[in-house]
């Protein structure tokens, strides 16, 4: 069960990150993803798979997000 | 650190894998194809966002852009022609419905696509000046769908039977048609112009042609001006609800110029219902309308303008050369106002206080007034009738009202000066009467004729008025210091310098004992202290009040004129007297003294004296008695009244000819400097028109 806000990213070794919607949409390509029309796999399980990015740099860029977030406010 | 040291830090670009399988492009362009068609299946739930679109990142990353942007096109042009035959089978009213599903559809799956493309949009695209996808789709949609021949003109041609409907008073679908127009705006301003707003005009304009015809014949004109309104509104409202807010200016010009402006003169002159009909009966609300639309065309207020001033002239022709109408120059004038009244509240009600109308106005009364030469002697009488008696009564705002209406004809006159004379004769009558009804409103109206034409105009005026308050306190000290004449006669005596006041003829009459007693007394006191002045006595302007007893003891207050008092006083020594004896004793001249004696003895009601024979006119033969039998309601009769009548055509004469004697010296002053301007070239005459000067620099 996850809280309506959140997105999950799943990297390609399977690690997951549970991140705030908010966060995640610092990303242009992921916002588009979850807004774009017509209901791709993602949008209607609320979370995205990254086959070729690793857990390591997946961590990287969810701190980044929120460093992005925090600065911008 | 040392620069050296910074130089050898560099950061490498991270390398992705190479590219190794020679069918790595087929591969990635049948996902994508594969995925392009699910999404127009409406099966986009199985796929994988971030797989499709990091495949096409990928392609575009290794250089197979091209193929992927000529893939795409050549996918979405199969779709759209499978869509456009689907569109095609649509029968009769569903077509635009399934039109406009299938755009929606297209509008979404679009959207899609464009996202998962969204790399190749902002770097191959950029860079080899391609169209961008989502502007792609829509010119791939116009190119397949709108321009195939089996869709274009079918579209076309029920957009236009809808809007032709609507016109017809059915109910259509608004929504759907507005789906449809703005897919067209969408698809580019050129496309809704092509392909539907220059056609719409076309059938609008016919439409309207037949519409503005069909009216023209049966209706009048304030109801096709009501229908026309109708119509124009209703276009309105349709560009509100369904279409592009650039085509109001074009489909309302339609209109104006279908129903308004080709039938223009036609509407204007129409019989028993035009322009003239509807001023004539004030009909503000059709003349309201008319304006509003009139004003939307070329020449439209012009025309109204044109037509309301040359009936006004003739009107106001007829209203000054109608010989009934000027036998009561009090109703004259009022007639005059009514009509400007009457064009006031039409400007101010139904042409929105239109400056251009006002002036129109203002120049076709300024062009009928001075085609009688006698309205400025009949606005002066008119003036005089309202401070006589007219204004008794009237509060002092109202009073204000009246003048400054009088005023604005006054400013209408173009021979002033005449109205000046007639002003002033009146004036005089009514001050040494005493008849007038307010001191304020006469003084009033003398400020306002100053603040028009300047103190010379009125300096005489308030003259006559100083000259009646400084003969008020003279009269006080002359009784004052001949304390001994209380018990008799009572003396009062106007002084009138006589510059201000109207010239008269200096006739005097034999005065009775009494009062001629009286008369030198005052003026040795007079010259007494004011040396230097001559005095002579204006006999025909004074009145007097008597006491007078009659055969059977009725006793009665006589107001009369100074010259009725000679007569009658005479009875006093004699009980018949001819007429040559009375004109001898008295010196009245003749006219007047027939005058005086007819109103007399020939008046009912005022019968003091009884004439032999009981003739009308007064003969020289005629023999005069007091009439003992003389009665009357009242206590105190009037029977000398010195009323401002219209004067007889010899007097109308006269009073031109001095008129015209007091221009000559003006205008010869303005000669004198306009030749001097011209000798210190300030002025030049014109070389082609005698008539006119030019100012020099």
Not at chain 2, 71 to 96: C, N, P, R, Y
């Given at each position: 069960?996850?809280?309506?806000?959140?997105?999950?990213?799943?990297?390609?070794?399977?690690?997951?990150?549970?991140?705030?919607?908010?966060?995640?949409?610092?990303?242009?390509?992921?916002?588009n993803?979850?807004?774009?029309?017509?209901?791709?796999?993602?949008?209607?399980?609320?979370?995205?798979?990254?086959?070729e990015?690793?857990a390591?740099?997946?961590?990287?860029?969810?701190?980044y997000?929120?460093w992005?977030?925090?600065?911008?406010? | 650190?040392?620069?050296?040291?910074?130089?050898?830090?560099?950061?490498?670009?991270?390398?992705?894998?190479?590219?190794?399988?020679?069918?790595?492009?087929?591969k990635t362009?049948?996902?994508?194809?594969?995925?392009?068609?699910?999404?127009?299946?409406?099966?986009?739930?199985?796929?994988?966002?971030?797989?499709?679109?990091?495949?096409?990142?990928?392609?575009?990353?290794?250089?197979?852009?091209?193929?992927?942007?000529?893939?795409?096109?050549?996918?979405?042009t199969?779709?759209?022609?499978?869509?456009?035959?689907?569109?095609?089978?649509?029968?009769?009213?569903?077509?635009?419905?399934?039109?406009?599903?299938?755009?929606?559809?297209?509008?979404?799956?679009?959207?899609?696509?464009r996202?998962?493309?969204?790399y190749?949009?902002?770097?191959?695209?950029?860079?080899?000046?391609?169209?961008?996808?989502?502007?792609?789709?829509?010119?791939?949609?116009?190119?397949?769908?709108?321009?195939?021949?089996?869709?274009?003109?079918?579209?076309?041609?029920?957009?236009?039977?809808?809007?032709?409907?609507?016109?017809?008073?059915?109910?259509?679908?608004?929504?759907?048609?507005?789906?449809?127009?703005?897919?067209?705006?969408?698809?580019?301003?050129?496309?809704?112009?092509?392909?539907?707003?220059?056609?719409?005009?076309?059938?609008?304009?016919?439409f309207?042609?037949?519409?503005?015809?069909?009216?023209?014949?049966?209706?009048?004109?304030?109801?096709?001006?009501?229908?026309?309104?109708?119509?124009?509104?209703?276009?309105?409202?349709?560009?509100?609800?369904?279409?592009?807010?650039?085509s109001?200016?074009?489909?309302?010009n339609?209109?104006?110029?279908?129903?308004?402006?080709?039938?223009?003169?036609?509407?204007?002159h129409?019989?028993?219902?035009?322009?003239?009909?509807?001023?004539?009966?004030d009909?503000?609300?059709?003349?309201?309308r008319?304006?509003?639309?009139?004003?939307?065309?070329?020449?439209?207020?012009?025309?109204?303008?044109?037509?309301?001033?040359?009936?006004?002239?003739?009107?106001?022709?007829?209203?000054?050369?109608?010989?009934e109408?000027?036998?009561d120059?009090?109703?004259?004038?009022?007639?005059?106002?009514?009509?400007?009244?009457?064009?006031?509240?039409?400007?101010s009600?139904a042409?929105?206080?239109?400056?251009?109308?006002?002036?129109?106005?203002?120049?076709?009364?300024?062009?009928?007034?001075?085609?009688?030469?006698?309205?400025?002697e009949?606005?002066?009488l008119?003036?005089?009738?309202?401070?006589?008696?007219?204004?008794?009564?009237?509060s002092?705002?109202?009073?204000?009202?009246?003048?400054?209406?009088?005023?604005?004809?006054?400013?209408?006159?173009?021979?002033?000066?005449?109205?000046?004379k007639?002003?002033?004769?009146h004036?005089?009558?009514?001050?040494?009467?005493?008849?007038?009804?307010?001191?304020?409103?006469?003084?009033?109206?003398?400020?306002?004729?100053?603040?028009?034409?300047?103190?010379?105009?009125?300096?005489?005026?308030?003259?006559?008025f100083t000259?009646?308050k400084?003969?008020?306190?003279?009269?006080?000290g002359?009784?004052?210091?001949?304390?001994?004449l209380?018990?008799?006669?009572?003396?009062?005596?106007?002084?009138?310098?006589?510059?201000?006041?109207?010239?008269?003829?200096?006739i005097?009459?034999?005065l009775?004992?009494?009062?001629?007693?009286?008369?030198?007394?005052?003026?040795?006191?007079?010259?007494?202290?004011?040396?230097?002045?001559?005095?002579?006595?204006?006999?025909?302007?004074?009145?007097?009040?008597?006491?007078?007893?009659?055969?059977?003891?009725?006793?009665?207050?006589?107001?009369?004129?100074?010259?009725?008092?000679?007569?009658?006083?005479?009875?006093?020594?004699?009980?018949?007297?001819?007429?040559?004896?009375?004109?001898?004793?008295?010196?009245?001249?003749?006219?007047?003294?027939?005058?005086?004696?007819?109103?007399?003895?020939?008046?009912?009601?005022?019968n003091v004296?009884?004439?032999?024979?009981?003739?009308?006119?007064?003969?020289?033969?005629?023999?005069?008695?007091?009439?003992?039998?003389?009665?009357?309601?009242?206590?105190?009769?009037?029977?000398g009244?010195?009323?401002?009548?219209?004067?007889?055509?010899?007097?109308?004469?006269?009073?031109?000819?001095?008129?015209?004697?007091?221009?000559?010296?003006?205008?010869?002053?303005?000669i004198?400097?306009?030749?001097?301007?011209i000798?210190?070239?300030?002025?030049?005459?014109?070389?082609?028109?005698?008539?006119?000067?030019?100012?020099l620099?």
């Amino acid at each position: 069960m996850k809280r309506k806000d959140t997105v999950k990213l799943i990297s390609a070794d399977e690690m997951e990150f549970v991140i705030d919607k908010d966060a995640v949409m610092v990303s242009q390509t992921i916002r588009n993803l979850l807004t774009s029309p017509g209901g791709f796999a993602e949008t209607k399980l609320g979370e995205v798979t990254f086959p070729e990015i690793s857990a390591v740099i997946l961590e990287r860029i969810c701190q980044y997000f929120y460093w992005a977030l925090q600065y911008s406010r | 650190m040392s620069n050296q040291k910074k130089r050898n830090f560099q950061i490498e670009a991270f390398k992705h894998r190479v590219v190794v399988d020679p069918k790595y492009a087929e591969k990635t362009w049948s996902i994508l194809e594969h995925a392009i068609h699910e999404i127009y299946n409406h099966n986009a739930s199985g796929l994988s966002f971030e797989e499709l679109y990091r495949n096409a990142y990928n392609m575009v990353l290794h250089k197979f852009g091209e193929k992927l942007y000529s893939g795409l096109v050549a996918t979405m042009t199969a779709h759209l022609k499978e869509i456009s035959k689907s569109i095609e089978a649509a029968q009769g009213d569903l077509f635009l419905e399934e039109l406009n599903r299938k755009w929606n559809d297209h509008n979404k799956a679009l959207q899609m696509i464009r996202d998962i493309l969204m790399y190749m949009d902002r770097t191959y695209i950029p860079n080899t000046h391609k169209t961008p996808v989502h502007e792609l789709g829509l010119n791939l949609w116009r190119d397949n769908v709108i321009h195939s021949s089996k869709i274009q003109s079918r579209l076309l041609s029920m957009l236009l039977e809808l809007v032709h409907r609507e016109r017809t008073g059915e109910v259509i679908d608004r929504g759907l048609m507005r789906n449809i127009i703005k897919m067209l705006m969408d698809l580019g301003s050129s496309v809704y112009q092509e392909d539907f707003e220059k056609p719409f005009l076309e059938v609008s304009a016919e439409f309207y042609m037949g519409e503005s015809q069909k009216f023209i014949e049966c209706c009048d004109c304030g109801d096709y001006l009501k229908k026309a309104e109708l119509r124009l509104n209703e276009e309105i409202e349709r560009v509100t609800h369904y279409l592009d807010v650039k085509s109001e200016v074009k489909i309302t010009n339609v209109v104006e110029k279908e129903m308004i402006a080709n039938h223009m003169m036609r509407l204007v002159h129409m019989e028993n219902s035009g322009l003239v009909n509807m001023l004539l009966d004030d009909k503000y609300e059709d003349l309201g309308r008319m304006y509003n639309l009139f004003r939307r065309v070329p020449n439209g207020l012009s025309t109204i303008r044109d037509v309301m001033t040359s009936h006004l002239r003739e009107i106001g022709k007829q209203l000054v050369t109608d010989a009934e109408k000027l036998k009561d120059p009090v109703e004259f004038v009022q007639r005059l106002l009514d009509e400007k009244d009457k064009y006031d509240s039409i400007i101010s009600q139904a042409f929105s206080n239109d400056k251009t109308f006002q002036n129109a106005l203002n120049s076709s009364f300024e062009y009928f007034i001075n085609l009688n030469n006698r309205s400025p002697e009949f606005i002066s009488l008119f003036v005089d009738d309202k401070l006589r008696k007219g204004l008794k009564g009237v509060s002092e705002e109202d009073v204000e009202i009246i003048l400054d209406k009088v005023m604005m004809l006054f400013r209408y006159l173009q021979e002033k000066d005449v109205f000046e004379k007639y002003y002033k004769q009146h004036l005089a009558k009514r001050l040494l009467s005493g008849k007038t009804v307010s001191d304020d409103a006469e003084r009033s109206l003398i400020v306002k004729l100053k603040t028009e034409c300047g103190y010379q105009f009125t300096s005489k005026l308030e003259g006559m008025f100083t000259d009646m308050k400084t003969s008020q306190d003279t009269m006080q000290g002359f009784y004052a210091s001949h304390p001994e004449l209380t018990d008799g006669p009572t003396l009062v005596v106007q002084v009138l310098t006589t510059g201000s006041w109207p010239t008269q003829p200096s006739i005097t009459c034999n005065l009775p004992a009494e009062t001629s007693a009286l008369c030198e007394k005052f003026r040795s006191y007079y010259l007494g202290t004011h040396t230097g002045r001559r005095l002579s006595w204006q006999t025909n302007m004074g009145t007097a009040d008597i006491k007078a007893t009659f055969g059977k003891g009725q006793k009665h207050e006589l107001n009369v004129s100074t010259y009725q008092m000679c007569v009658l006083m005479l009875f006093n020594n004699a009980d018949r007297l001819s007429y040559k004896e009375v004109e001898q004793a008295t010196g009245i001249p003749a006219s007047d003294l027939k005058r005086c004696l007819q109103s007399m003895a020939c008046v009912k009601g005022k019968n003091v004296l009884r004439k032999e024979p009981m003739s009308k006119d007064i003969g020289e033969d005629d023999a005069f008695f007091v009439n003992d039998k003389f009665t009357s309601k009242f206590y105190k009769v009037k029977i000398g009244t010195v009323v401002a009548q219209k004067e007889s055509e010899p007097e109308k004469q006269e009073t031109r000819q001095r008129v015209e004697e007091d221009r000559k010296p003006q205008i010869e002053a303005a000669i004198k400097r306009i030749e001097s301007l011209i000798e210190r070239d300030f002025l030049e005459r014109d070389n082609n028109d005698r008539k006119l000067y030019r100012y020099l620099a």
